[in-house]
Nanobody, 122 residues
């Protein structure tokens, strides 16, 4: 059974930082691309970052470049999202997801976590 479990979301002040975690089980981490996504109330889901298993490449949304960093632990079963210099517009439910194929297509991800709420106060 595939499971992705996020944690680390909380309320933080603007300018602060958070680290989200996503524990992955039940799938081959060498063959799955892993991504972080977020969805704010009334807005479409947005891809924040994607780690491609095939070539190890990493992509970031323009809105988070230079502030957010995606990483994985040695076992590759835990993925992190380090979020620095947080802004109120970063407020959203953050989810991790897995996909076998090309990249991290928002509407085609194969498996999703339940999400964790990040709220940035001004």
């Amino acid at each position: 059974q595939v499971q992705l479990v996020e944690s680390g979301g909380t309320l933080v002040q603007a300018g602060g930082f958070l680290r989200l975690s996503c524990v992955v089980s039940g799938l081959n981490v060498y063959h799955n691309n892993l991504g972080w996504f977020r969805q704010a109330p009334g807005k479409e889901r947005e891809r924040v970052s994607c780690f491609s298993a095939g070539d190890g490449s990493i992509e970031y949304a323009d809105s988070v470049k230079g502030r957010f960093t995606i990483s994985r632990d040695f076992s590759l079963t835990t993925m992190y999202l380090q979020m620095n210099s947080l802004k109120p517009e970063d407020t959203a439910v953050y989810s991790c997801a897995a996909h076998i194929g090309l990249g991290c297509p928002t509407t085609l991800m194969d498996h999703w976590g339940q999400g964790t709420q990040v709220t940035v106060s001004s």
